[in-house]
C-alpha cells in the first residue's frame, strides 16, 4: 500500500514538474513577443511622423534597401497584427498549462496526504 | 498573470499579510525578490540604451554642413580603416528599430534623440516607483515573518 502511494506521488511529482518546465518556456516566448510587439509599436509611431516623402530604408543582411514609407508601414502593421495573434495563441496555451498545473498540485497534495496516513498505518502495524 | 500591489485595486484581493503562515509569506517574498530583481535588470538596461542615445545625440552635435568634404577614416573591421570624405552632412541615417532606418536632416535627427533619451527617462521612473513599492511590501512581509518566527520561539 505504501510503496504504491509513494509511486503514484513519484509519478505525479515528475509530471507537475514537466508542467512546470513547459509553462516557463512558453511565458519566456510571451514576453519575447510582447518585447517584439513594443519594439513594432515605437516603429510605427516614427513611420507615423514622417512627411510622406521621407526617405526610409530596410536592412536586408549587410545591406540597406530603399522602401516606400507606405509600404514600410504596411509591414510593420502587418506584423503587429501577426505578433498580437500569436500573443493570443501563446495566452491561451498559458492558461491551459496554469491549469493544468493547478489540477496537478492538488493531486499531489491529496496523495503526500494519503502516503502520510499509510506511513501512520504501517508504523501502527508494525 | 499575478500580481502583488499594496494600493487597492477592483480585480485584486486584498490580503491580511498577518493571516498568511510563514511558508506562504517566504514564497511571497521570493516572489517579491523575483520581480525586484527584474526591475533592477531593466533599469541597467535602460540606463544603457539611454547612455547609446545620448552618444549618438551628442555626436550629431559635433556635424554641421560645415563638415561636408572632410576626410574621416572609416571601420572596415574592428581594426582596420579606409579613408574617405564625408557627404552630404546635412542629413543622416537613423536605426529606428526592427531593421528600419529613415533619413532625417541633422535638426530633426536631433530631436529624435532628445525625444528617445527622454521617452528612456520616463520608463526609468515608471520603473523606479514600482521597485519602491514592491520592496516596502517586501520589508512588511519580512517584519512579519520575523514577528512570526519569535512568536513560534516563545510560545
Known amino acids: ?126 | 498573470m499575478a500580481q502583488i500591489s499594496s494600493v487597492a485595486q477592483p480585480h485584486m484581493q486584498q490580503i491580511d499579510l498577518t493571516t498568511l503562515n510563514i511558508q506562504q509569506l517566504s514564497t511571497l517574498k521570493s516572489q517579491l525578490d523575483n520581480e525586484l530583481n527584474l526591475f533592477q535588470e531593466s533599469l541597467s538596461s535602460l540606463k544603457i540604451a539611454q547612455t547609446k542615445f545620448q552618444n549618438s545625440g551628442e555626436t550629431l552635435g559635433q556635424i554641421n554642413s560645415e563638415s561636408e568634404g572632410k576626410e574621416i577614416l572609416v571601420p572596415l573591421t574592428g581594426s582596420m580603416y579606409v579613408p574617405g570624405k564625408l557627404y552630404d552632412t546635412n542629413n543622416v541615417l537613423i536605426d529606428i528599430g526592427t531593421r528600419y532606418y529613415v533619413e532625417k536632416d541633422l535638426d530633426a535627427a536631433k530631436d529624435y534623440f532628445k525625444r528617445k533619451t527622454q521617452f528612456l527617462t520616463e520608463q526609468m521612473e515608471k520603473v523606479q516607483v514600482l521597485g519602491f513599492e514592491k520592496s516596502k511590501i517586501r520589508d512588511a512581509i519580512v517584519e512579519i515573518i520575523e514577528l512570526k518566527l519569535q512568536q513560534q520561539k516563545s510560545s
Not at chain 1, 516557463?24 to 510605427?44: H, M, S
Not at chain 1, 521621407?54 to 506584423?79: C, D, H, W
Not at chain 1, 503526500?112 to 499509510?118: E, I, N, P, S, Y
Request: with cysteine; glycine share 2%.
Open chain 1, 1 to 126: 500500500m505504501c510503496e504504491e502511494v509513494q509511486r503514484k506521488l513519484q509519478s505525479e511529482l515528475d509530471s507537475f514538474k514537466n508542467t512546470q518546465k513547459e509553462l516557463q518556456k512558453i511565458v519566456l516566448t510571451r514576453q519575447q513577443l510582447d518585447g517584439q510587439l513594443n519594439e513594432n509599436e515605437i516603429v510605427k509611431v516614427e513611420l507615423d511622423s514622417l512627411a510622406t516623402d521621407a526617405k526610409v530604408f530596410k536592412s536586408v543582411g549587410p545591406v540597406l534597401i530603399k522602401t516606400e514609407l507606405a509600404e514600410a508601414k504596411q509591414n510593420v502593421t502587418k506584423r503587429m497584427d501577426y505578433i498580437s495573434k500569436e500573443i493570443k495563441r501563446i495566452d491561451d496555451q498559458i492558461a491551459v498549462l496554469e491549469k493544468k498545473q493547478d489540477n496537478h498540485r492538488e493531486s499531489l497534495q491529496k496523495l503526500q496526504h494519503q502516503f502520510q496516513q499509510a506511513q501512520v498505518k504501517a508504523a501502527m502495524q508494525a
